[in-house]
């Protein structure tokens, strides 16, 4: 179903824009990046999404109602089976081969299936995944963009295991299995795959960034944020690993923020504010371009953008939202020669179309 153009919000974009960074009538950023679109609800619309992946042109959602997936030209989703399950976190190794972190309310102890009929069929496939802690769950995967055979998985403790033949066998390499800090996203960069980040908050509540750049060899504590926080995710310039964003979000006002660094993480400073992050990506149209969403202090479904990185940004909001929405997961992709965002909330799958 589409629903109307945004109404009125593009006359006010540039205010917004001043409030959020301070931009001058000179400034040539709004000119050069057009954000007009519409907002569409999908068929997707009734469970949590979790996690967003695209791999080869076939969309994939982890949901509290299971693993899905769609054509992105269809806008029609399957199911891959595991409907009891709540998957927060999945990989998709081959069209058909695909491990999964299930999570299933009757308390079973699996914690991780592997399909390689796309859904048909699920075999467990923990493994040796969490030592011997039994209820151990992947919160997050992340794969090698060079190296189809490398996965890294973080658990809910801080746990982050490697694994080097596609999930037969996990080392852990950072933190442990029954560990105190919470984790809350693991990202492989895309763009040089030796560098890995995770992230959360630390049992006393304080942000928590790790990097490594040597493919999960060694870790720097990278001290991202002096407060109580959470960091839920962060995205890296195309091709220079040094210049991060981080989104985070609070209990305070001041927490939820992205922060930049452009010395691989060595110092960072405030770019925007208002804002509780919990998710970026890379425009398909244009690397350069970075979104980010996750909770607004209306509860609104939105997203910001930015074409410098981070330096600028503008927000774009459905004026039709729910309210209580939270966007916990994005992803841009190309359809028909128009992008398309969709993203992940806590009341199902929506896209944003852009008209150019």
Known sequence: MRVPKLRAWFPSLCFIFFSLSGCSSTDTHLSRLDLEGTFNTTSLENPVVHK?????????????????????????????????????????LEHQEILAALNFDDGDSLTIGR????????????????????????????????NNTILYAAGSLFSIAKSTDKGKSWKLILGNWDGFNSVFFLKVN???????????????????????????????????????????????????????????TGSIKSANIIRKSTDGGQSWQTVLEDIGVRTFTHSARNPEIVYASGLNDKGTLFFAASNDFGDTWQRVEWADSPTGVRVNDMVSVMEDGHEVLYLGTNMGLYSYTFEE
């Open 190 to 248: 895309s763009y040089n795959p030796n560098y890995i980040y995770t992230g959360g908050t630390a049992a006393t509540f304080q942000a928590l960034l790790y990097q490594s750049s040597n493919s999960g060899d060694s870790w720097q504590n990278l001290s991202v944020f002096d407060g109580e926080a959470n960091v839920y995710d962060v995205v890296v310039y195309p091709n220079q690993s040094n210049i991060i964003l981080a989104g985070l």
């Open 115 to 146: 399909t390689t009929t796309s859904g048909k069929d699920w075999i467990p496939y923990r493994n040796n995944y969490g030592g011997d802690k039994s209820r151990s769950i992947p919160t997050s995967f992340g794969q090698s963009s060079e």
């Open 52 to 92: 967003l992946k695209l791999k080869n042109n076939v969309l994939y959602s982890g949901t509290d109602s299971g693993l899905f997936q769609s054509d992105i030209e269809s806008n029609s989703w399957n199911s891959l089976g595991v409907p009891s399950a709540q998957v927060r976190a999945f990989a998709v």
